[in-house]
């Protein structure tokens, strides 16, 4: 069964650095665009970030730029998101999603089709 499995979360103080990561555990989306979300009490699930299957382009929603880096290590099937100074409105699940096949810019809901379970981040201030 194809697994996304995301790790990392935990309760953080703000102001410090994050590093969530997600295994593709059955390595089928090694040559997908792959991405991660969050969803924020009472809010829509949003885009964060993706990053192509060599690792070489990557995507931010607006506001997370500068803050939040995507990266890949093909080699062991994960990608990571890192969290630079935290704050309390970066509390959150954290969701690992892959994209459609064929889907190489992947920036919406409906791009993705493979989703993990998600890792809660709670910042307290």
């Known amino acids: 069964q194809v697994q996304l499995v995301e790790s990392g979360g935990g309760t953080v103080q703000a102001g410090a650095s994050l590093r969530l990561s997600c295994v593709d555990s059955e390595r089928a989306f090694s040559d997908y665009t792959m991405g991660w979300f969050r969803q924020r009490p009472g809010k829509d699930r949003e885009f964060v970030a993706s990053i192509s299957w060599t690792g070489l382009n990557t995507d931010y929603k607006d506001s997370m730029k500068g803050r939040f880096t995507i990266s890949r290590n093909s080699a062991k099937s994960t990608i990571y998101l890192q969290i630079h100074t935290v704050k309390p409105e970066d509390t959150a699940v954290y969701y690992c999603?892959?994209?459609?096949?064929?889907?190489?810019?992947?920036?919406?809901?409906?791009?993705?089709?493979?989703w993990g379970q998600g890792t809660q981040v709670t910042v307290s201030s």
């Open positions: 999603a892959a994209a459609k096949a064929g889907v190489r810019v992947a920036t919406t809901l409906t791009d993705f089709g493979s």
